[in-house]
């Protein structure tokens, strides 16, 4: 682990903690990092609201800078004048307001309440009390303005009130109204708070119940304030989290939060709330149906029935006002741009927010809506929205960043991997997807392109492993807690890019799978005089077994699940309270154990780990995240603080006595490419012209028929074991090498604060922790690892080798094993390098699947015992080809040939192919050799698998010695991972086709040095 020693040693910079600001006044620093060097600086002041957007450089002297697409930030101006004014205003004692305002603004703002406030839970709701009360109403402050009365007027219009000033580069121009499509409907007045996830939203929004049913109970005829309110939100849980809204409910916010002072509670008693979900404003079926069949038509519904219908008790002559929760699903789509394809996903997100808005216009008009206000930590548009990806609402007038939560200690920090010991500066944790998806086979890659769950788990086994080892840290802390702490166990998230990924990752978690098995099943119609018959049905059943090595913590039971999957579409009809919704018992409970994660005593407060694929975005609101492992591609930086938010919550908001500031908190995140404000750079466009250089046209040549050289097409190998027996010679058996270059074995990971640009880096400023596999070496065994791969061995060879019975099967792997288990342990004793790494790293599938695939090619049967020898299954069409049959155009460099049945060899390189046939050449000369070939288009296809794919080898050149052998030739120079699996698959070629015997006797040689090629050639020769 040297490498480990000297990446401790980096330069390294300690500032100060992270958190910079008290969570209870307004920030007065913020850090800026320095965009060359990435060292970040305490900065005094606020930082301006803002958001960022990807711009295209064009131009010439752009072009010549490779086409880079940069972050370019824009300011958010509105909200920049409505902080100064909110200031301001709230120094001046909040001149103008009611006195019933006043006074909910005092008690808000006490020092000595026993649960204070966060200011930016305070300004979210000063602004929108100030907009009512004061712009809405004319009032002019004592103090000039930023935001005039005449900008609040253009603003209501939906014009830009300073179109010199409030230039936006991506974004719409601010306004405060959002108008139909449709001729004829009123526009909705909108306001939108940005607060980040944990922030408390839940919490500004109780304070703006209690403005406005306070202050029309002590004044009942004034409108201004309604004393009804709708609250839209996404989903059930949500609904069902809200119902703290309630001023009735047992757990209602205001006597938690002491939000009414006792005077002014019976006002508060007299507001009505309804908590809703979107999906009640879908619209009603125009036919009236029994048993399916229409007996009569209601026709379309008018916005008074609709408003009447989904209001209840609310519906009133008066506006109401809306409150819209995780409002960023609430917006218009605009037209599709032509030739723009939309995702599913897309669609159907396109169709929620069509439906939640044109609810609201329906009620509005009806019976009015007084303002609608929305609150989310991303209130920006989508993609498929038919707006610029990531650009703001227009009506944002409130921004409290995540980046601020995390400066004010109101969030917990994220650690993300800064380096790892591959010395790489892009470490592999970080970008992990991009990892998984880089290089992969065609055989790794399913329909579509997308990869292969087990080639997922294997490139990405490494990370897991890491991050579960923090986590059984944090886990073993928590169970050690003396009595009465809190015991509630830390979470892992694990977030996929489909289903199939998430399933064969809870299985490779959990150890438990769903297999469907065959049941007896009595036939009610059959003749009791006739023999009774019996049926079999279908029916998944569950399994469980051993899970991810080292973390049995993670293992689920028949009486403990404590690894989560999440069924994405389950999930969804249980949250979206559709009684006919099908499985809804499972659905239900699926969604009782999702909503109550780490709630003590609750049905969720068991689970561990959760996989899932992308509900996680919102609404879950789980405090005991500590752990995040993405494994999907993150296009967004939208996507991945919806990702990341979920493990932002805080467990604990005590605050520090001496510095008043709440303490740090946690979260590790693998996988998620957070940077705030990344910075991507975009390939140039394809500006080649098409190759017109001078093709060689390489062929047969007649004349030269005697140097022909034929060969079997083999598409694989017959192994026909009767007696189990087998042999390997394990010195033959190719070495593997364990490389932590390409598989880290540490990472280091540092809190992620302020707006950083482009990559984690190791220069910024602070300390780095050092996260390792040391659990999942501490709990694994090298002698598990090597039963392992002997057990997946003898399941490769009997699989292939028996197509009997499970039984047969069953009774060859019990002879097998104690064979195979003895090969395992002399490869791994004599044939594995591990470089100076733990030896339980060889447990790594990315290692251990090799291992097991070289093993199965060089295991045989052992005829010397009375076992068939192995041979080789030849193409039935066309069981042998020869060099007659190559014909092909190259622009490849060529070289002329002598000894060879075809004109020219095309290399390569421009050197060790080359090399090697002008070796050739000179030993045919000197009579070393008969003849030989460049294997281009020859199609000598050598069939082998690697990480359990399958693919074709093809060496460089076959050659005829004067002894009659005939060797394929590899010239190598790099190796890279998938060599050894390359020449072991040779070697098994060469065994098959001797046995078989029909095309004299062949040899694998491989040449690391093309000038003693010669050598090499005539020791095989004398050997053969």
Not at 849 to 865: F, K, M, T, Y
């Amino acid at each position: 682990m040297a490498s480990t020693s000297a990446q401790r040693e980096l330069p390294i910079q300690p500032v100060d903690q992270p958190i910079l600001c008290s969570p209870y006044v307004e920030p007065d620093e913020h850090w800026v990092y320095d965009t060359t060097t990435g060292i970040p600086t305490r900065t005094p002041g606020r930082r301006p609201a803002s958001y960022w957007f990807k711009s295209e450089r064009t131009g010439t002297a752009q072009q010549q800078l490779g086409f880079m697409a940069e972050e370019e930030r824009d300011d958010l101006p509105l909200v920049n004048a409505l902080r100064d004014d909110i200031r301001r205003w709230r120094e001046s004692g909040w001149v103008g307001a009611s006195e019933t305002t006043k006074s909910l603004l005092r008690h808000w703002w006490r020092e000595d309440r026993g649960r204070r406030l966060f200011f930016c839970q305070l300004e979210a709701a000063e602004t929108m009390i100030y907009l009512r009360e004061m712009l809405a109403q004319g009032r002019k402050p004592r103090f000039a303005p930023k935001l005039t009365q005449d900008d609040h007027a253009a603003l209501m219009e939906g014009r830009n009130p300073r179109p010199s000033e409030w230039i936006a580069t991506v974004a719409q121009h601010p306004k405060l109204s959002d108008r139909p499509h449709e001729a004829g409907r009123a526009p909705l007045t909108r306001y939108a708070c940005k607060m980040a996830t944990g922030s408390g939203k839940t919490v500004v929004m109780s304070l703006l119940l209690a403005w406005a049913f306070c202050n029309r109970g002590r004044q009942p005829a004034d409108t201004r304030f309604p004393r009804s309110a709708l609250i839209v939100c996404p989903n059930l849980t949500i609904k069902e989290r809200l119902a703290v809204l309630r001023p009735g409910d047992a757990d209602n916010y205001f006597d938690k939060f002491d939000l009414v002072p006792s005077s002014l509670r019976p006002e508060l008693a007299k507001g009505r709330v309804l908590v809703t979900n979107w999906h009640v404003f879908n619209p009603e079926a125009e036919d009236i149906r029994v048993g399916g069949v229409a007996i009569g038509r209601l026709g379309p519904e008018t916005p008074d029935s609709f408003a009447r219908s989904r209001l209840g008790d609310l519906w009133d002559d008066e506006p109401v006002m809306v409150l819209n929760d995780e409002g960023h699903h609430a917006y218009r789509p605009a037209p599709v741009p032509a030739g723009e394809i939309l995702s599913a996903e897309e669609r159907a997100d396109r169709e929620e927010a069509t439906v939640w808005v044109s609810g609201l216009d329906k009620i509005n008009a009806a019976c009015g809506i007084a303002f609608c206000i929305d609150l989310s930590a991303t209130p920006f548009y989508i993609g498929g929205s038919g707006y610029p990806e990531g650009s703001p609402f227009p009506w944002v007038v409130s921004d409290f960043a995540l980046v601020d939560a995390i400066e004010s200690g109101i969030t917990k920090i994220p650690r993300l991997p800064a380096a790892d010991n591959t010395g790489r500066p892009d470490p592999i944790f970080f970008r992990l997807w991009e990892h998984v998806m880089h290089n992969l086979a065609p055989g790794e890659r399913l329909t579509g392109g997308k990869p292969k769950p087990e080639v997922v788990f294997r490139k990405a086994q490494a990370a897991l492993l890491t991050l579960a080892g923090q986590w059984k840290t944090r886990f073993a802390q928590i169970e050690a807690a003396a009595p009465g702490r809190d015991r509630t166990p830390p979470v892992m998230i694990i977030v996929c890019d489909n289903t199939d990924i998430a399933e064969h990752f809870h299985r490779m978690i959990s150890g438990e799978e769903t297999v469907i098995v065959d049941v007896p099943a009595d036939d009610e119609d059959d003749d009791e005089s006739a023999a009774p018959r019996r049926r079999k049905k279908p029916k998944p059943i569950k399994r469980y077994g051993n899970g991810l090595g080292g973390f049995s913590e993670l293992w689920n039971t028949a009486d403990s699940e404590v690894t989560l999957r999440i069924d994405s579409n389950l999930l969804a009809a249980a949250e979206s309270g559709d009684p006919n919704a099908t499985r809804k018992e499972a659905a239900e409970e699926l969604r009782r154990i999702v909503s109550s994660v780490g709630k003590p005593g609750a049905p969720g407060s068991h689970v561990r780990c959760v996989v899932s694929v992308n509900m996680l975005s919102e609404g879950w609101d789980a405090n005991n995240v500590t752990h995040i492992l993405g494994l999907r591609a993150f296009h967004s930086q939208l996507l991945c603080e919806q990702v990341v938010g979920r493990g932002l919550r805080r467990m604990d908001y005590t605050p520090d006595p001496q510095s008043g500031k709440l303490t740090e908190e946690y979260v590790d995140i693998f996988g998620v490419p957070f940077s705030l404000i990344p910075f991507k750079g975009r390939s140039p466009g394809d500006t080649s012209s098409a190759d017109d250089r001078p093709k060689h046209e390489v062929m047969a040549m007649p004349q030269r028929a005697a140097l022909e050289m034929r060969f079997p097409v083999v598409e694989g190998f017959v192994v026909d074991l009767r007696r189990n027996l087998v042999r390997c010679d394990v010195k033959q058996v190719e070495k593997i090498k364990l490389d932590p270059w390409t598989v880290p074995t540490a990472a280091f990971v540092r809190p992620q604060v302020g707006y950083a640009i482009g990559s984690p880096g190791t220069q910024t400023g602070f300390g780095f922790e050092l996260v390792t596999r040391d659990e999942y070496y501490r709990n694994t065994h090298p002698q598990t690892i090597a039963f392992e791969i002997a057990r997946e061995v003898v399941r490769g060879l009997t699989d292939t080798a028996d197509p009997r019975s499970e039984s047969l099967r069953a009774t060859g792997r019990t002879t097998l094993f104690p064979q195979v288990l003895r090969i395992v342990q002399q490869y791994i004793e004599r044939r594995v390098n591990f470089n100076g790494c733990d030896p339980c790293e060889l447990g790594l599938q990315v290692y251990a699947q090799r291992v097991v695939g070289l093993l199965i090619a060089a295991i045989e049967p052992d005829d010397s015992r009375g076992e068939s020898p192995l041979l080789p299954r030849l193409n039935r069409y066309r069981p042998i080809a020869s060099t007659a049959s190559v014909r092909f155009k190259t622009v490849k460099p060529v070289q002329a040939t002598q000894a060879s049945h075809l004109n020219f060899v095309a290399a390569d390189t421009n050197s060790w192919e080359q090399a090697a046939a002008s070796q050739m050449e000179m030993l045919a000369l000197e009579g070393e050799v008969i003849c030989y070939a460049r294997n281009d288009h020859l199609e000598l296809n050598i069939p082998y698998e690697f990480y359990a794919q399958p693919h074709v080898y093809e060496p460089d050149f076959v050659v005829r010695l004067p002894s009659g052998l005939n060797v394929l030739l590899e010239i190598k120079g790099h190796a890279p991972a998938e060599t050894d699996a390359k020449h072991q698959a040779a070697r098994q070629w060469v065994s098959a086709v001797n046995h078989w015997g029909q095309l004299g006797r062949w040899h694998f040689e491989v040449c690391r040095e093309p000038q003693a090629l010669g050598e090499q050639l005539r020791r095989c020769d004398a050997a053969a």
